[in-house]
């Protein structure tokens, strides 16, 4: 029998690209499969069509925002399979927050957490003594030249989610206006205030490009308050100086909760000529024993609880895990359905240009809640 290879696609940086490759040359030895990874940039694979991918690609790293699109448009496989009901179960239980059934919609499941982020709060160790706690706290460092805050598209919709669910007025995830137009217009306002403190770069900049220029040996970047975790830049050596993450700063009374839910979730592609193979890899690459061993020590950041609690794996990255667990817990999914990722650059580009132009805030958020009825 002829060996089996597939084809897999994920995003171009350590944490996206080095665990799945190091996981699947172990899956060969195990099973015989082999899996040949690629790689696009964040900004191409946030944004390109997963239709397309999936003509190619027999697994495919996704955003769960995608599951809506992806199910009507019929490329991907379900995961739910007869037979397996058990190890869902395992891995249903292991989700951190709201990972595995973001990835749920149409009453099917359409993708395994592979990776669990939201946005969280990183801080330089040796700039601050400890994290910022509040939303004034981090006004005072912008004010003396010590925050960045990527925003570039899709992050300042991010920010923006994140904002206003933690001050008690949660985004619209189905059809219908997106927020309250005067509770909008507060988290615009809050947005204006902090975007005229920090360097304007930060409209060009994503999570990664703050990072690079934040672990600089000399870098003044004491804190970025909303930011999706980057847990290679934790581990010591990974760049000139070490990055801890915390919970987020409260902008209101609530606790940590409201932060826009990220990660990454491995597909299935419906057009795969190996699906059962494909199936299998998917299974075992999210499951607690490979979450938290080999997918851990090769630079990923766990979508599985057993990794999040693990001593060893908090031990390698400065308590990352532990460090930000609440604000994962209480983290708020994105809508899902399908129209909603043009939605998400379209918003993102309104609030931009909103913000640099000094636009009033009452016009930027019915624009964003007529774009967002629009692609409902």
């Not at 904002?163 to 985004?171: D, F, I, Q, V, Y």
């Not at 997106?178 to 994503?206: N, Q």
């Not at 209101?252 to 990454?264: D, K, R, V």
């Not at 708020?332 to 043009?342: I, K, T």
Request: overall charge negative; proline content about 6%; hydrophobic content about 40%.
């Amino acid at each position: 029998m002829s060996k089996v290879t597939l084809k897999g696609m994920t995003w171009n940086h350590p944490r996206g690209y080095d665990p799945m490759v190091a996981c699947s040359r172990l899956f060969e030895e195990q099973t015989g499969t082999a899996i040949h990874w690629e790689k696009r940039s964040l900004q191409d694979f946030e944004t390109y069509p997963v239709e397309e991918l999936a003509r190619i690609y027999d697994l495919i790293v996704i955003d769960h925002p995608h599951v809506g699109q992806i199910t009507g448009e019929k490329c991907l496989l379900p995961l739910d399979v007869s037979g397996r009901e058990a190890e869902r179960e395992a891995l249903k239980k292991g989700s951190v927050g709201a990972s595995y059934p973001s990835y749920l919609w149409d009453g099917r499941q359409w993708g395994f957490p592979i990776d669990a982020a939201t946005q969280v709060q990183a801080y330089r160790p040796d700039r601050i003594a400890k994290p910022a706690a509040t939303w004034q706290e981090v006004l005072d460092l912008a004010r003396k030249g010590q925050v960045l805050l990527p925003l570039r598209p899709p992050h300042t919709l991010m920010t923006f989610y994140t904002l206003s669910a933690n001050r008690g007025h949660p985004c619209q995830t189905e059809a219908g206006q997106l927020i309250d137009p005067a509770a909008g217009a507060e988290t615009v306002e809050m947005m204006r205030e902090i975007a005229d403190l920090i360097d304007p770069e930060c409209f060009e900049m994503d999570p990664i490009a703050v990072f690079e220029r934040m672990a600089l040996a000399d870098s003044p970047i004491a804190c970025v308050p909303l930011i999706y975790g980057y847990i290679n830049y934790s581990i010591e050596g990974f760049r000139e100086s070490l990055i801890k993450f915390a919970d987020i700063p409260v902008a209101g009374n609530l606790g940590p909760i409201g932060s826009a839910l990220g990660g990454t979730g491995i597909a299935v592609s419906a057009f795969s000529s190996h699906p059962q193979q494909a199936l299998d890899f998917a299974y075992w690459i999210s499951g607690a024993d490979i979450q938290r061993s080999l997918y851990t020590s090769s630079g990923g950041q766990a979508g599985h609880a057993a990794a999040w609690e693990d001593d060893a794996a908090n031990a390698a990255t400065a308590d990352f895990y532990r460090g930000t667990r609440a604000t994962l817990e209480g983290a708020w999914v994105r809508p899902r359905h399908d129209g909603y990722m043009a939605f998400q650059q379209r918003g993102s580009d309104r609030l931009n240009e909103g913000l640099k132009g000094k636009q009033s805030a009452a016009v930027i958020v019915a624009d964003l809640n007529r774009l967002f009825a629009e692609s409902c």
